[in-house]
């Protein structure tokens, strides 16, 4: 392996003190914000939204820690450093996207339910048939989203520490799970947004200091340093051109155009997202949390250019794949590099500081996700469905907190086959799949009439499972060098993403199932009731 992506023998000893003595004190640090805010979870509503207690900007800050994953840090900066110009549209899928959320779920969304998805979708409809739904188009969204953290943890922390057999990568996805679990448990809503909040910060900053060293090594002139990207590429003016990746053929055309569709409209059906607009007091706040949240995420988004295409231009394309074939840490390796080298003081210690974020991300990220999954399950599933509303607070927080530890262990399970994929791309597959069940019947519920129960079981099933089916058929789980299954070929379904058929799809059998279905709501009286709601925040909680 190339001295860029492996620690130097000689050095290593002292590098990785650094390296694990800055993982120790940050992982130490947001485990005791997380016993601290979780001593004052007292109920349900501080488990599930944080006693609804926090700030425009407070949740919007923690809004952009959620939705700066790995995906964002590592997997675009990887994308753009491989694939150029192509790379950098997941970054502008990504931030588009929150306009949809911005103009039309979040303030509905918050006047409408109290802690799930599931509550906005029961209010006109029949309970346990929705819930169930919601609950388990809830769990695969977050579970599809996990896989993402999963692979970046195993890739960024086998750099740092040498390790390069697959046991070591699987160890270490195993331990991320482990810590995740701790968060959600223990602190509930409070604790991981008071970490989502930390992470964000830090995020910034690191990502703000990268770029600066960046911009001065090619002074100040993003020209140059797109020129010398393209030209350490070997792939030329191509680099800066659209097509490197999606222009190859008809079918990449094609699977661009389903990835932009995932793009835009998974965002407003994330369910880690969606469960953010209840921790505010008000629609009003929440609408505030999106505007700051839209700022926060624009300004990092602008700044994977300079990680992305300084990856390009300081690293060549052998020694980015020897480290990862995905590209996962271009990122961290673009940091030591521009810290002086592998072998310097100062190489090891930026690659230990932006590292260090960089796990701190994904720590943040896969807390929020699980405690979404969970709470649903608790909410949802198990205190609406099975127990039929007569669970009481304690039992349902308890029911919570052991549906995470589950969540987690199915994350792990799959993060270890996932493991040659790039954390971008697997998150747009939880676009897609956010996009193809949550996206059609939330917005079926909250603005048309005629939507009832069949439809939204319609929508929520036929999105889930088509997204879900066309996804395991295609050329990411085999069939491919990188598929999870490399050993074996069962694709034929020829795009990679399948949000142009399952998006449409999912819409299309909402819109079906309630106009072949009896309508439970003739005279209007429940949807006139949730309207007034939703835009008025009469009878919000």
């Known amino acids: 392996m190339n001295s860029l992506v492996q620690l130097s023998a000689e050095g290593a000893g002292e590098h990785r003190t650094l390296i694990i003595t800055l993982f120790s004190v940050f992982v130490a640090a947001t485990l005791g914000v997380t016993v601290w805010a979780g001593r004052r979870t007292k109920d349900a509503t501080d488990f599930y939204a944080g006693g609804r207690s926090f700030t425009g900007f407070q949740n919007g800050l923690a809004i952009s820690g959620d939705y700066m994953s790995a995906a964002s840090f590592l997997g675009i900066a990887g994308l753009i450093a491989l694939s150029g110009y192509d790379g950098f549209l997941y970054s502008i899928g990504f931030l588009v996207a929150w306009l949809i959320a911005l103009l039309l779920v979040a303030e509905p969304l918050r006047n409408s339910g109290r802690f799930t998805m599931g509550d906005v979708l029961a209010y006109r409809m029949r309970q346990r ?9 809830t769990i695969v969204v977050s579970i599809f989203y996990l896989l993402a953290q999963m692979v970046g943890a195993g890739a960024l922390v086998a750099l740092l520490l040498g390790v390069t057999g697959d046991v070591g990568k699987n160890l270490i996805v195993v331990l991320v799970g482990v810590v995740m679990i701790l968060y959600v448990t223990i602190g509930g809503m409070k604790g991981t947004t008071w970490v989502q909040m930390i992470k964000a910060c830090l995020l910034i900053v690191g990502t703000l200091l990268i770029t600066v060293l960046v911009l001065h090594k090619f002074n100040w002139n993003i020209s140059t340093l797109l020129g010398a990207a393209a030209e350490n590429s070997g792939k030329g003016a191509s680099f800066l051109e659209p097509g490197l990746k999606y222009g190859v053929s008809t079918t990449s055309k094609i699977d661009f155009i389903s990835l932009g569709l995932a793009l835009v409209l998974g965002t407003a059906g994330l369910p880690h997202i969606l469960i953010r607009f209840y921790t505010v007091p008000s629609a ?4 505030k949390s999106v505007n700051w949240a839209i700022g926060i995420i624009g300004v990092f988004y602008l700044m994977t250019i300079a990680l992305g295409f300084g990856a390009a231009a300081l690293l060549s394309n052998k020694e980015i794949t020897d480290s990862d074939a995905a590209g996962n840490t271009a990122a961290p390796l673009l940091a030591q590099e521009i810290g002086g080298g592998a072998d310097s ?62 969540i987690g262990a199915v994350a792990i399970v799959l993060g270890i086959f996932a493991g040659k994929l790039n954390v971008a791309f697997l998150v ?7 996009a193809s069940a949550n996206l059609p019947t939330l917005l079926y519920s909250l603005f048309w009439k005629r939507f009832n129960t069949q439809g939204s079981l319609w929508s929520i099933y036929g999105g889930l499972f088509s997204s879900v089916f066309l996804v395991f058929f295609s050329p990411v789980v085999s069939g491919s060098p990188n598929a999870m299954f490399s050993g074996v070929d069962f694709q034929w379904f020829p795009l990679s993403n399948p949000g142009l058929i399952s998006i449409p799809l999912g819409f299309l059998l909402g819109w079906l199932g309630s106009i072949l279905s009896k309508d439970e709501d003739k005279d209007g009286k429940k949807f006139a009731e949730l309207e007034v709601r939703s835009l008025t925040g009469t009878g919000a909680h």
């Open 428 to 434: 747009a597959l939880a676009f897609a799949v956010a």
């Open 345 to 406: 003081a100062g190489g090891a210690t930026l690659l230990a500081l932006i590292s260090a974020v960089a796990f701190a991300t994904i720590l943040a990220v896969v807390a929020g996700l699980t405690l979404a999954s969970s709470s649903s399950f608790a909410h949802d599933i198990y205190a609406n469905v099975i127990r039929k509303g007569q669970a009481k607070e304690k039992e349902e927080v308890a029911a919570a907190r052991l549906a995470a530890v589950a």
């Open 129 to 137: 048939p929705v819930r169930t739904a919601a609950g388990t188009s």
């Open 284 to 287: 009003k706040v929440a609408r």
